[in-house]
């Protein structure tokens, strides 16, 4: 049992490039979400998954796109990196969005955009 | 939106001492999680505590809903408690976001 698997766990982009940030939890968990991290601003949600089909944009939207073909995958995916777009990424899930259920992290992308 | 306040930012311990970590909110919650960060940056689920007590080892957590606060203790501290402790909380009002607050920075000193 895995858990929350994200790659990679590091990459180095220059402006304007894109690239996909993969996501993938083998509980079957019906919420899956992206954060990122950055110094003193605590985690902050980027978007996020109720279920296959279905998503909906967090607090810091802007710049990145999602979908959810699959329960089990929830690629993040950056169309034009930008610097501001530095960060270190989570992707977590939970078993229910409904409220009662913990939310398990992956082990994190840090990004860097030159 | 629902706002998490957190305290102390940071808080420095000798190995053995207890400590405890707050969380305020600023409307009702149906969903109250704790974590801890390691300095590797790996995020683990602490406890998931709407309301009431729990206890796992020397970490215990209370959250009174009725006044907005939830409060993590540390007893006998160990230098692998050192870290980040972070807050989350849903709203009552039908959202589905989980509102993280800017955690408590811990350190504990040999």
């Known amino acids: 049992n895995a858990g929350v698997t994200q790659t990679p766990k590091f990459q180095v982009l220059k402006t304007g490039q894109s690239m996909t940030l993969q996501c993938a939890q083998d509980m079957n968990h019906e919420y899956m979400s992206w954060y990122r991290q950055d110094p003193g601003m605590g985690l902050r949600l980027i978007h996020y998954?109720?279920?296959?089909?279905?998503?909906d944009q967090g607090e810091v939207p802007n710049g990145y796109n999602v979908s959810r073909s699959t329960t089990e995958d929830f690629p993040l995916r950056l169309l034009s990196a930008a610097p501001s777009q530095t960060s270190v990424y989570f992707c977590?899930?939970?078993?229910?969005?409904?409220?009662?259920?913990?939310?398990?992290f992956g082990s994190g992308t840090q990004l860097s955009v030159l | 939106g629902i706002q998490v306040e957190q305290s102390p930012p940071d808080l420095i311990l000798q190995e053995g001492a207890n400590s405890t970590l707050r969380c305020n909110f600023s409307?009702?919650?149906?969903?109250l999680q704790w974590f801890h960060q390691n300095p590797w940056g790996q995020l683990i689920n602490l406890f998931y505590i709407p309301s009431g007590t729990k206890q796992n080892g020397r970490l215990s957590a209370t959250t009174v809903a009725t006044e907005r606060y939830s409060l993590l203790y540390i007893s006998s501290s160990q230098t692998t408690d050192s870290g980040v402790y972070f807050c989350a909380v849903r709203g009552q009002g039908g959202s589905e976001k989980l509102v993280f607050g800017k955690g408590t920075k811990l350190t504990v000193n040999p």
């Open positions: 998954s109720v279920g296959a089909g279905i998503t």
């Open positions: 977590a899930s939970s078993y229910s969005w409904s409220g009662v259920s913990k939310l398990f």
């Open positions: 409307d009702s919650v149906n969903n």
